[in-house]
C-alpha cells in the first residue's frame, strides 16, 4: 500500500511539474484576429488512457484581410476607418498635437477621401506544444503553450486615380512622403515595420470526461468538458507601431468552458467536435483611442482605457480517417471564431477632448473560419509494443468566408504535429 501511495505521489508531482515548466517556458492562446485561430490546437489521434503530448511547429503568412464585409482588403484595412492624410492631421488638430495643419492648403480638399490603403504582409513561425494527463478515470490535466517569431509590415498604397489631380510630378510626390513623415513624428509613431519572439497566451484547465465503448452505435466515444484559463503571457502590441500585433490576448486573462466529443462512427472512421466559451476579464491599460476619423492603429490620443472584452465562442468539427494504408490516415476539419462587441470607457483625468469610443467598440466584433486539410502516419502501427513510437502529422490551414469573416486577417498556416503518448 506504501508503495503505491509514493507511486501516485511521485506521478502527480512528476505532471505538475512538467506543467510548471510548460507553462514558464512558452505559452498558448492564438485565438484573435490576426494568426490562426487553434493553428496548433488539432484533436489528439491516440486514444489511450495515458500521458498525451504533442510537440508541433508551424508557419504562418498573411498579406490580406476581409473587412466589415467579408470583402478581400489590404492587411491592415480590416476595420471600417481607412487610412487619410486629411483624417490623420484634422485629428492631430482636435486632439491639440499640432496647432495648425501639416497639409498645403490646396491640398486639403484634394485630400478629403483618403487616399491611402494600408496593405503589407505577416509571416511567422513557432514551436507549439500540447499535453493532457488523465491522473484518473475520469478527470485529468492539460496544457497548451507555443513559442513564435512574428514579423509583420504596413504599406501605405496610394489611390493612384485619386493622386492624379494631386501629383503633378516627382517634386509632389517627394513632398507628400515629407508631410506624412512629419504627421507621423507629430503623433510619436515609429516607422511600421515590426518583429516579435513572443511566447502566446498559455491555457491550463482541468477535464471531466467519460470513455465507452459500443455504445449509441458508435465503437468509441470520449466526451469530456473542460473548465480553463488563459494566462496573459503573450507580448502586448506596441500601441505607436501600426504594425505591430499581440500574440494573444493583448494582456488580457481569461476563463473558458469547452466541450468535446470523439467518436468513432464505424471501422476507421472517427468524428470530433468541440464548442468554447471563453470571456476574458476587464482590464485597464495605455492605449491609442482615435479622437475623429482616423484609423484605431493611428489613434492621437494616449490614455488609459477600460477594455470589457466581449465572449468568444468557437465551434471546430473535425473528421478523420484512419488506416487508409498501413497507419496512414487523413483529417479534415473546421474553425469558426466569433468575438462578440467588447466595450471601452476613456479612463483619462483630462477627458476635454472626446475620444471616439464608437469606432472601437464596433471594430472589436470580428469572425474568421479557417478549413484544415491534413494527413497523418501512425509509426506504431502494426507494433506489438508501442515502444514510443509517435504519430506524425501534416496539417494545411486555410481562411475561408463561409459564414462570418469579418474584420480579420486572411492568415494562412502550415504545421507538422509529433504527438505520442506514456
Same mark, same amino acid.
Given at each position: 500500500?506504501?508503495?503505491?501511495?509514493?507511486?501516485?505521489?511521485?506521478?502527480?508531482?512528476?505532471?505538475?511539474?512538467? +506543467?510548471?515548466?510548460?507553462?514558464?517556458?512558452?505559452?498558448?492562446?492564438?485565438?484573435?484576429?490576426?494568426?490562426? @485561430?487553434?493553428?496548433? *490546437?488539432?484533436?489528439?489521434?491516440?486514444?489511450? @488512457?495515458?500521458?498525451? $503530448?504533442?510537440?508541433? @511547429?508551424? #508557419?504562418?503568412?498573411?498579406?490580406?484581410?476581409?473587412?466589415?464585409?467579408?470583402?478581400?482588403?489590404?492587411?491592415?484595412?480590416?476595420?471600417?476607418?481607412?487610412?487619410?492624410?486629411?483624417?490623420?492631421?484634422?485629428?492631430?488638430?482636435?486632439? =491639440?498635437?499640432?496647432?495648425?495643419?501639416?497639409?498645403?492648403?490646396?491640398?486639403?480638399?484634394?485630400?478629403?477621401?483618403?487616399?491611402?490603403?494600408?496593405?503589407?504582409?505577416?509571416?511567422?513561425?513557432?514551436?507549439?506544444?500540447? /499535453?493532457? $494527463?488523465?491522473?484518473?478515470?475520469?478527470?485529468?490535466?492539460? /496544457?497548451?503553450?507555443?513559442?513564435?517569431? %512574428?514579423?509583420?509590415?504596413? !504599406?501605405?498604397?496610394?489611390?493612384?486615380?485619386?493622386?492624379?489631380?494631386?501629383? =503633378?510630378? @516627382?517634386?509632389?510626390?517627394?513632398?507628400? %512622403?515629407? &508631410?506624412? !513623415? *512629419? #504627421?507621423?513624428? /507629430?503623433?510619436?509613431?515609429?516607422?511600421?515595420?515590426?518583429?516579435?519572439?513572443?511566447?502566446?497566451?498559455? !491555457?491550463?484547465?482541468?477535464? +471531466?470526461?467519460?470513455? *465507452?465503448?459500443? !455504445?449509441?452505435?458508435?465503437?468509441?466515444?470520449?466526451?469530456?468538458?473542460?473548465?480553463?484559463?488563459?494566462?496573459?503571457t503573450a507580448q502586448r502590441r506596441? &500601441?505607436?507601431?501600426?504594425?505591430? &500585433?499581440?500574440?494573444?490576448?493583448?494582456?488580457?486573462?481569461?476563463?473558458?468552458v469547452e466541450g468535446n466529443v470523439d467518436a468513432t462512427l464505424k471501422e476507421n472512421w472517427w468524428l470530433s467536435v468541440l464548442l468554447r466559451f471563453q470571456q476574458c476579464l476587464p482590464q485597464t491599460a495605455l492605449h491609442r483611442m482615435p479622437v475623429d476619423k482616423e484609423p484605431a492603429n493611428y489613434g492621437a490620443l494616449i490614455g488609459p482605457a477600460r477594455v470589457k472584452p466581449g465572449f468568444t465562442l468557437v465551434f471546430s468539427p473535425y473528421l478523420m480517417f484512419e488506416n487508409i494504408r498501413a497507419g496512414l490516415g487523413l483529417r479534415l476539419g473546421y474553425t469558426l471564431v466569433r468575438h462578440f462587441r467588447d466595450c471601452w470607457t476613456d479612463c483619462r483625468k483630462d477627458r476635454t477632448i472626446p475620444a471616439n469610443l464608437e469606432t472601437l467598440n464596433n471594430d472589436s466584433v470580428w469572425g474568421i473560419g479557417h478549413v484544415h486539410c491534413g494527413m497523418f502516419y501512425d509509426l506504431a502501427h502494426g507494433r506489438r509494443k508501442h515502444a514510443l513510437m509517435p504519430i506524425i502529422s501534416l496539417t494545411v490551414d486555410i481562411p475561408v468566408d463561409w459564414f462570418v469573416s469579418e474584420r480579420a486577417m486572411k492568415t494562412y498556416g502550415v504545421s507538422l504535429a509529433v504527438e505520442s503518448y506514456f
Open positions: 500500500m506504501y508503495n503505491v501511495r509514493m507511486r501516485r505521489y511521485f506521478n502527480l508531482t512528476t505532471c505538475a511539474s512538467l +506543467l510548471v515548466l510548460l507553462i514558464n517556458g512558452t505559452t498558448h492562446g492564438m485565438m484573435n484576429r490576426f494568426l490562426v @485561430p487553434f493553428l496548433e *490546437r488539432k484533436p489528439f489521434i491516440a486514444h489511450h @488512457p495515458n500521458f498525451l $503530448w504533442s510537440i508541433q @511547429p508551424f #508557419i504562418l503568412t498573411a498579406d490580406s484581410a476581409y473587412d466589415e464585409h467579408g470583402n478581400d482588403k489590404g492587411l491592415f484595412d480590416f476595420n471600417y476607418q481607412n487610412y487619410g492624410l486629411r483624417q490623420l492631421d484634422d485629428a492631430l488638430l482636435a486632439s =491639440q498635437r499640432t496647432t495648425q495643419s501639416l497639409i498645403r492648403s490646396d491640398w486639403r480638399a484634394s485630400l478629403s477621401n483618403g487616399p491611402y490603403e494600408m496593405g503589407g504582409c505577416l509571416h511567422g513561425m513557432g514551436l507549439a506544444f500540447n /499535453a493532457f $494527463w488523465p491522473f484518473c478515470d475520469h478527470f485529468g490535466l492539460g /496544457a497548451r503553450t507555443a513559442l513564435m517569431q %512574428i514579423d509583420t509590415a504596413l !504599406e501605405l498604397l496610394p489611390d493612384m486615380h485619386m493622386f492624379e489631380n494631386i501629383s =503633378q510630378g @516627382p517634386g509632389d510626390e517627394r513632398e507628400l %512622403i515629407l &508631410i506624412r !513623415e *512629419r #504627421i507621423h513624428q /507629430a503623433m510619436g509613431l515609429v516607422p511600421p515595420v515590426y518583429s516579435s519572439f513572443s511566447a502566446s497566451d498559455t !491555457e491550463i484547465y482541468g477535464k +471531466l470526461y467519460t470513455v *465507452r465503448d459500443y !455504445e449509441y452505435k458508435c465503437q468509441y466515444i470520449d466526451a469530456g468538458i473542460a473548465l480553463g484559463a488563459v494566462l496573459p506596441d &500601441i505607436n507601431n501600426p504594425a505591430s &500585433i499581440p500574440c494573444g490576448e493583448n494582456g488580457l486573462w481569461g476563463l473558458f
